[in-house]
T-cell receptor, first 110, second 112 residues
Framework: GEDVEQSLFLSVREGDSSVINCTYT??????LYWYKQEPGAGLQLLTY?????DMKQDQRLTVLLNKKDKHLSLRIADTQTGDSAIYFC??????????FGQGTELSVKP | DGGITQSPKYLFRKEGQNVTLSCEQNLNHDAMYWYRQDPGQGLRLIYYSQIVNDFQKGDIAEGYSVSREKKESFPLTVTSAQKNPTAFYLCASIGTRAPEAFFGQGTRLTVV
């Protein structure tokens, strides 16, 4: 079946890099996404990667996709306290279904 | 400004009543989605629609109903059959030209 898994918590120090990991089961994905959610708010799209790409970089964000292992990661360079939030990985499947992981709560300590 | 709007932001209902949550988008997107968010469980897909007058059940459709009579609108009804309706509900849409899914700000439903 379709499933997207993430670890629930990550804690880093300000200025360090953060790496948030995600695994998925359905190999028919077309796009994979990273979203950020701040308390009480909707989801903000951070970046996305087409399923035939290996890497995408966008300023402080680097997305790595290992299609063989069905593993996606988001690296945030020079993490700031404003980056503290919940980060969701999502997978878009053929047929239009869009499924999300449980979210990883990132805590950035000064 | 183009965007996706959910209303109301907070909704209170008595147990046993049906309630309808609104989701409107002016992005000309074909696909629309409804998710439920509970603490520690991420987003779970309730229903989705790829085109007008067509929709599919997601992973937790029981106790919910939707309609898609217009491209811009995808209302969700939480029926009295939904055993635990108190949650944060999020609506999203995706266009055909670009893969980004845009989200509304959510509706927090509390059933008392």
């Amino acid at each position: 079946g379709e499933d997207v898994e993430q670890s629930l918590f990550l804690s880093v120090r300000e200025g360090d890099s953060s790496v948030i990991n995600c695994t998925y089961t359905d190999s028919s994905s077309t796009y994979l996404y990273w979203y950020k959610q701040e308390p009480g708010a909707g989801l903000q799209l951070l970046t996305y990667i087409f399923s035939n790409m290996d890497m995408k970089q966008d300023q402080r964000l680097t997305v790595l996709l290992n299609k063989k292992d069905k593993h996606l990661s988001l690296r945030i360079a020079d993490t700031q306290t404003g980056d503290s939030a919940i980060y969701f990985c999502a997978e878009s499947l053929r047929g239009g279904k869009l499924i999300f992981g449980q979210g990883t709560e990132l805590s950035v300590k000064p | 400004d183009g965007g996706i709007t959910q209303s109301p932001k907070y909704l209170f209902r008595k147990e046993g009543q049906n309630v309808t949550l609104s989701c409107e988008q002016n992005l000309n997107h074909d696909a629309m989605y409804w998710y439920r968010q509970d603490p520690g469980q991420g987003l779970r897909l309730i229903y989705y629609s790829q085109i007008v007058n067509d929709f599919q059940k997601g992973d937790i459709a029981e106790g919910y109903s939707v309609s898609r009579e217009k491209k811009e609108s995808f209302p969700l009804t939480v029926t009295s059959a939904q055993k635990n309706p108190t949650a944060f509900y999020l609506c999203a849409s995706i266009g055909t030209r670009a893969p980004e899914a845009f989200f509304g700000q959510g509706t927090r439903l509390t059933v008392v």
